[in-house]
């Protein structure tokens, strides 16, 4: 048996095969359509707003009450004929909103609130026809990211939900002596209506970076900024709804000076609707009280929150807090301007939106510091 001695500065055989170190799941091709989700989403959320705009139009006008009937397919076409507008008209005149506050309406003025309610019913049904062709065409061609099944069922079933919950709210307006829907129906009905754009806002922002960056991320969490935000989304809702208990008794047009009302702290007889709990719901005084008060610990949270970021070392999570407080700044110079002139529709919606996008801003300030992109040494973010 012979044997060939080896050089030691002899070269690896050429005719070696190399062999490619193979990445983990972390590194593997993502799967799904993340980037048509996404865009997907972006629709949902620009009809979601502009939802919540000819939602608080509709109520600004008094014409939620307009359709007294829940039909959700054939509720699609509006009257044909001067017959069916007739037969329409003769519903809403039985219901105590027409009966004690628009007596002797005429039906063309009767047709002007009518077109405020099933534009705002036809773009509920729009949004839900928008999410069932999406859902059901990535689900047929497989393009749903892994773990994005759930959560995209999810937001069509709280769709669903936001539809039951506004015929809910418009049946507490049909009866007794209502002139409009129940406060507190018409705030949970917004609530879901935020509660859903949040969502939608959370994950568009979830799919614009693949799941290896966010997993990288997660690990340079601000857990202590990111503790400060969720108590600053609290407040942000819980003012969102005191505003939705604000328009729904038309509260913002009783104390036009500021920052009394009617000349004092708190507004006189604040407690006098019986049985006591009543006033938090029904007293206009109390409930735009509330409203006050809420705004300015949101407001004051809100300017300590921006001064603990300001000590962050990552400058997006800078950048985000100071729009947050930019927009809380105009915020409450809109509401004060809103009060000071009893509340007039343009100014109305005008604080309404400015509130969808104070929460934009700080969800995604609050997903900055969850999720915060790496950043050089020289503060160039990557």
Known sequence: MSST???????VDDTAKSVTPKGGMIDARPRGA??????????????????IAV????????????ITEWAPVTGALPPLNEADWQAEFDLYREIPQYQLMNRGMSLEEFKSIYW???GHRQLGRLVGLVWALGFMGFLVTRKIPPGWTGRMIGIGALGGLQGAIGWWMVTSGLQG????VASYRLATHLGLAFIILGLLAWWILSLGRSEAELMQARRNRERRLMGLGA????????????????????????????????????PPQPFAIEPLWRNFFENDGLVQFMHRMAGYL???????????????????????FHGVLGMLVLQMVIGIVTVMHS????????????AVVLWVLILRARYQTAYPRSQSVRGNVR
Request: aromatic letters at 16%.
């Open 231 to 266: 108590w600053l989304v609290g407040l942000a809702f819980t003012q969102i709804i005191l505003g939705a208990l604000v328009a729904g008794i038309d509260a913002g047009r009783g104390y036009t000076d500021w920052p009394l009302m009617a000349g004092g702290f708190f």
């Open 34 to 51: 993340r980037g048509g989700v996404r865009i997907w989403m972006m629709i949902l959320f620009a009809l979601v707003v502009v939802m």
């Open 116 to 118: 405020w309610e099933w």
């Open 5 to 11: 001695k080896r050089s030691i500065f002899e070269e």
């Open 177 to 180: 002596e209502a002139l409009s």
């Open 55 to 66: 939602g608080g139009l509709t109520r600004l006008t008094d014409s939620g009450l307009s």
């Open 298 to 320: 949101l407001f004051a949270f809100g300017i300590f929150v921006f001064l603990r970021a300001r000590k962050s070392s990552l400058k997006k999570t800078r950048a985000a």
């Open 343 to 354: 509340a007039p529709w343009y100014l109305a919606i005008l604080h309404q939106f400015g």
